[in-house]
């Protein structure tokens, strides 16, 4: 299976000491699993899309891909979007992932917001909400004619 931009993020944000020295290796694809201990990172693509030229499709891919980061204090939300905001906007270069490597062209912070996710009873406290969207050029393996 090819590497996708879904694990370049996975991998730099465990990679990051500060972000994993908060959540351990709760990062998951998607939706997180029921019951999982907050905090917890979530991650999914939004949008894709091959860039094209003249001659058909080009060798470069485009993706947004949407980081959630939910934390019980707002305090720790913020921490943990700032780490993940520094592992990752600006990154460039190859990065490997089981032996796979995908060459990133650019990665970059695009849009961030805050939501506050109610408690679902009286019994359970809020849970803060961290949304971030990263932009990732990346080369996207070629098929032959």
Known sequence: MALGPEEVIRRKVLDSG????LVADRVYPQLAPQGAAVPYITFFRVTGSPVR??????????????IDVFAPTYSQMLTIAEGTRLALDGFRG?????????????LSLDNERV?????????????HHFIQDFRIAFQQPTTPN
């Not at 470069?60 to 949407?66: G, N, S, V």
């Not at 939501?115 to 849970?127: F, H, K, M, N, T």
Request: aromatic share 0%; net charge negative.
């Open 115 to 127: 939501q506050l996710v109610g408690p679902l009873s009286a019994s359970e406290d809020p849970i």
């Open 53 to 66: 030229h003249m001659r058909g499709p080009a060798t470069i891919a485009e993706a947004t891909i949407q």
């Open 18 to 21: 500060a972000v994993r020295a």
């Open 94 to 106: 190859p990065i490997s992932v089981a032996g796979a490597t995908l060459h990133i062209s650019h």
